[in-house]
């Protein structure tokens, strides 16, 4: 088994070429040879030998020549063979120069050696000079890092320190800001106070005007009239034609009756009647147009129930107030008030067919009129916006969301 495992190193090792190859293979060959030769196949081990050629003066190829010689002096002393001494005696010149070489290798050692301690204590001078030229650069490093670092901190403050003065600035102009929209939504809501504090005294007003002209004034003209019926019945005969004095004097009063109650219906014909919104627009939009300068329609989808009071009162101010803006600028033939709900959100389109207007020249901040309608409705959480062409007329799209 180890002859096999000593002929395939030989096989591997055949075309190598290098120094430690070469070796190796020579090694391979002598021990290939020995093997044979204890294994007794002398002929054989003889041929294996001799194939060995070594042509190197070098100390590791001397020992591979001792031993070659060496075991073909123990095979052809086996083999009987004369020249088995001349292989002796090269083993044996090989083992002197090998001894020589060895003695002076020692010597070569102790001069090896005293180099050596020479170069170590040159080295560790070196060393020494070296440890304190590192000490010194580290230490002028460390004072430049430290020189840096210190500007670097320096610098980061000095950023931080201005990033921190922004940042008050600009904390300090949206306090200011906070503060200006405070005052800004306090004003608002100061003047819609007034609005509504102003609509809730003409509502009172209305309600005490329409209740007096209603109570007093009618049930004292119609008294007045059941007197003059009763004096009619029970007149008597004289020259002047009082069948015709009695005649005018009871039309008169029936027309001021009449007045009255118009009057009363008229102040009372919002949404303080108990008609509701619905009806008290209706209502509006049949007496404006009974008078033939222009015609108003009504038109509704979803309102089948009465809306919370006090926003039926202000979506009426706000219609009737449009209503009147249309009249008394508008010019215009026909309008048309359209008011829905659904989903939770009343829709009111007022259109109508007048001369129309610019909406950037219109100042709806200033004055009562589109400024409160507009405050009124954001009060009320709604949107407000106009829509006109100048020469076709205008519209006006109101959404309030109904909680």
């Known amino acids: ?44 081990a003889l041929q294996k030998l001799k194939e060995v050629s070594i042509d190197n003066e070098h100390f590791i190829y001397k ?9 073909l002096y123990k095979v052809h002393s086996k083999m009987n063979k004369i020249d088995s001494l001349i292989y002796l005696n090269e083993y044996l010149e090989i083992e002197r120069e090998l001894n020589h070489s060895a003695s002076l290798a020692s010597v070569s050692d102790l001069e090896t050696k005293y180099q050596t301690e020479k170069k170590e204590k040159e080295n ?12 010194k650069r580290v230490k002028n490093r460390n004072l430049l890092i430290g020189s840096l670092l210190f500007i670097l901190l320096a610098g980061t403050i000095g950023i931080l320190s201005l990033k921190n003065s922004k940042r008050k600035r600009k904390l300090a102009e949206q306090e200011k800001e906070l ?36 109570d007093n004034l009618g049930s004292v ?47 009372n014909a919002g949404v303080i009647a108990n008609q509701g919104l619905l009806t008290a627009v209706k209502m509006m939009a049949e007496k404006i147009s009974s008078a033939d300068s222009i015609k108003i329609e009504v038109i509704d989808f979803g309102l089948d129930k009465r809306l919370e009071n006090s926003l039926e009162t202000t979506v009426f101010r706000i ?42 020249k219109v100042n709806l901040k200033g004055g009562m009129g589109i400024s409160s309608i507009k405050t009124r409705i954001e009060h009320l959480k709604g949107t407000f916006e106009i829509d006109s062409i100048k020469g076709k007329g205008a519209s006006v799209i109101i959404n309030i969301p109904i909680e």
Do not use: P
């Not at 190193?9 to 040879?33: A, H, N, R, V, W």
């Not at 020992?63 to 075991?71: C, E, V």
């Not at 560790?124 to 000490?135: G, I, R």
């Open 1 to 44: 088994m180890s002859q096999t495992y000593i002929k395939e190193t030989s096989t591997l090792l055949k075309d190598k070429k290098g120094y430690f190859e070469t070796e190796k293979k020579i090694s391979s060959q002598i021990i290939l040879g020995a093997l044979l030769f204890l294994d007794k196949k002398n002929e054989l």
């Open 63 to 71: 020992i591979q020549s001792k031993y070659k010689n060496y075991w």
């Open 124 to 135: 560790l001078q070196l060393k020494q000079d070296n440890l304190e030229a590192e000490a």
């Open 179 to 214: 503060e200006t929209q405070k005052n800004l939504t306090l004003l608002k809501e100061q003047e819609l106070t007034t609005i509504n504090a102003m609509v809730d005294g003409q509502e009172k007003e209305r309600k005490r005007i329409a209740e007096d002209l209603h």
């Open 221 to 267: 003209l119609a008294t007045l009239k059941l007197h003059f019926e009763n004096l009619q019945i029970n007149k008597e005969k004289k020259k002047i034609n009082q069948d015709e004095l009695f005649n005018k004097t009871e039309s008169l009063i029936d027309e001021a009756y009449l007045k009255v109650r118009s009057i009363a219906h008229a102040k």
């Open 319 to 360: 219609i009737q107030e449009l209503i009147t803006n249309i009249i008394k600028h508008a010019e215009a033939k026909n309008a048309t008030i359209n008011i829905s709900l659904y989903d939770k959100n009343l829709n009111i389109i007022i259109e109508d067919d007048g001369k129309g207007f610019e909406v950037k």
